[in-house]
């Protein structure tokens, strides 16, 4: 059994209840208060006040958090520092949206504690409370470890205390396995997540507040996301919009891993013209000062390395790595970043410190994080099509178990690695299974890692064979118009667009181009409007993939 405390490290070590000296001025609001309290949350008679706040803290810490502590504060420090349930509404509202300090919450933690010791047959909901909302705030400060003890201390309590009220104990329930769930992401443990959270949802409308129904519809997305239901991935995330209207919940922590979810899901599907700056943004506004911060960061490298700007690729991984070295426990973000880097440095034409970064790296389960497709690549790239299937026989023997999000890119690599070894058959079969799921899903990424001569192969050979609507629409999207014909330009492209693909074509930013060619950014950008209309795309992958289908030469 874990001490009911956390250690030193997490809680001020002060032997008295927090005072106004400890967590700022007693009748001051803090700098996250913008108005002054309710009159609702703030009747004249104080008791009354903090009755209120004993009922529906669990409701207004989260959207309220500084006018909840406001309330409190403006009432005699007399009357509610007895009062442990008074004491943890004051260490939640610091999870609240607009709250930004993780610590702030540490002491009045540390007060529930006390008045716990003081009297152990106090009601569950104020002992297994504290532990699941301590494992919460904890989590936030990456001590994955320490959270995960304390959330099982309060299952033992929810399991073994039979006097509190059925309801009572349902409602600790589905706080408890939202948490669980949440500390499960971090561990990649994706299955278990899934099931956690989805116990926290079939009992969240009755038994969670707003705030965490939506922090719960948002994980499933993400959760769905890695698994490689989109289908699904949309509807969690339709829910999580739906419960935040009239709120700023899906600016905050809260819809951290929607905002994640939807940046990831425009990059997968390529949906990002004109809208992946703004995507950013809504992730960067939703994981800082939070423990979702670096995977904010992690989605926004994979946004850079769509778009081939490596060294941001790098710069984001190198502060991800800085930033996560304080987590405790063995989440799984530190190798998806050596995955990542691997598969940078592999584009980047350093083939050999690819194949280093990747082939100690182990896959998570279901292969949600699946290094094997970068060694394969590495491989393809040096001629070496029969290694290239070994480091892919791992997923191949996983099968239908294995994520469907990145079964497709193992099915592409297939394809190309049979071609080059002559066997055309094999090559089709899994160079069609690789079309089926981007159809399903509407992914296309990882054709893109494919070399773009093969690949034009591969969908020429695809489109000659008798295939059904879906693969039919995973074609004519992937050629850029219909699959039986490659048809000019009714409208060719100018010199100057010429020479704007060509440093497209490279990588390079729009503000690059711009340099180079002595013409303003947002010449450049008027320029490339002009291109993606003429070549019917909407992206700038898909754009160089056009101008390859039409024998434009980008590459001289």
């Known amino acids: 059994m874990v001490d009911p405390h956390p250690d030193a490290a997490f809680l001020t070590p002060d032997e008295e209840l927090p005072d106004a000296a400890e967590v700022g001025p007693v009748n001051t609001p803090d700098e996250t208060a913008v108005d002054s309290p309710s009159a609702e949350i703030q009747p004249a008679d104080h008791r009354a006040a903090l009755d209120a706040i004993e009922r529906a803290w669990t409701t207004i810490a989260p959207l309220q958090g500084a006018r909840l502590r406001e309330a409190i504060r403006s009432t005699p420090e007399e009357e509610w520092r007895g009062r442990p349930r008074i004491l943890l ?29 003081a009297d152990p047959a106090m009601p569950l909901d104020v002992r297994a409370g504290y532990h699941v909302h301590l494992a919460a705030s904890l989590r936030t400060l990456g001590n994955f470890v320490v959270a995960h003890e304390h959330l099982e201390v309060a299952r033992t309590m929810i399991e073994t205390d039979i006097t509190e009220s059925i309801s009572a104990r349902i409602s600790l329930s589905a706080e408890f396995s939202l948490e669980l769930g949440l500390i499960r992401i971090h561990y990649g443990e994706y299955d278990q997540a899934q099931f956690a959270l989805g116990l926290a949802s079939g009992l969240s409308e009755e038994h969670l507040s707003v705030a965490q129904r939506v922090e719960c519809a948002s994980a499933l997305a993400y959760v769905a996301m890695l698994l490689g239901d989109f289908t699904l991935a949309d509807e969690h995330l339709s829910v999580a919009v739906e419960l935040s209207d009239g709120t700023d919940l899906m600016t905050s922590s809260f819809a951290a891993l929607a905002q994640i979810t939807r ?22 506004l939703a994981t800082r000062g939070s423990d979702w911060e670096a995977l904010g960061w992690f989605a926004e490298a994979n946004a850079c390395l769509a778009d081939r700007r490596y060294i941001e690729v790098l710069d984001l991984l190198a502060r991800i790595t800085r930033l996560v070295e304080g987590f405790t426990g063995q989440p799984t973000l530190p190798g998806a970043v050596a995955s990542l880097r691997a598969e940078t440095m592999r584009s980047l034409g350093q083939p050999q410190e690819a194949r280093r970064l990747s082939a100690p790296l182990v896959p998570t389960p279901r292969h949600i994080q699946c290094p094997g497709r970068v060694l394969a690549l590495v491989h393809l790239a040096a ?162 993939a056009r101008v390859r289908q039409l024998g434009l030469h980008i590459d001289d």
């Open 89 to 117: 509404a004051l260490a939640a509202s610091h999870r609240s949206i607009g709250s930004r300090s993780r610590s702030a919450a540490l002491p009045w933690f540390r007060g529930v504690a006390k008045a716990i010791d």
């Open 263 to 284: 940046l990831q899901l425009a990059l997968e599907r390529d949906e990002v013209l004109g809208g992946v700056a703004p995507l950013i943004d809504s992730v960067r």
């Open 383 to 544: 001629g070496e099509p029969e290694a290239a299937l070994d480091a892919l026989g791992p997923c191949l023997a996983l099968g239908d178990l294995h994520s469907e999000r990145t079964m497709p890119h193992v099915h592409a690599i297939v394809a190309a690695a049979h071609l080059a070894l002559g066997d055309a058959a094999r090559a089709d079969i899994a160079f069609d299974r690789a079309l089926l799921a981007a159809g399903r899903n509407g992914s296309v990424w990882m054709f893109a890692t494919l070399d773009p001569d093969v690949l034009r192969h591969l969908l020429d050979r695809a489109a000659q064979r008798d295939q059904p609507p879906v693969i039919r629409a995973s074609l004519e999207r992937l050629l850029g118009s219909a699959v039986d014909s490659v048809h000019q330009l009714a409208e060719p492209l100018s010199d100057r667009e010429l020479v704007i693909v060509r440093h497209l074509a490279t990588g390079q930013t729009l503000g690059q181009i711009g340099s180079q060619l002595y013409i303003s950014v947002n010449t450049v950008k008027s320029h490339v409007r002009s291109i993606y209309r003429k070549l019917q795309a909407t992206s700038r992958r898909e754009a160089m």
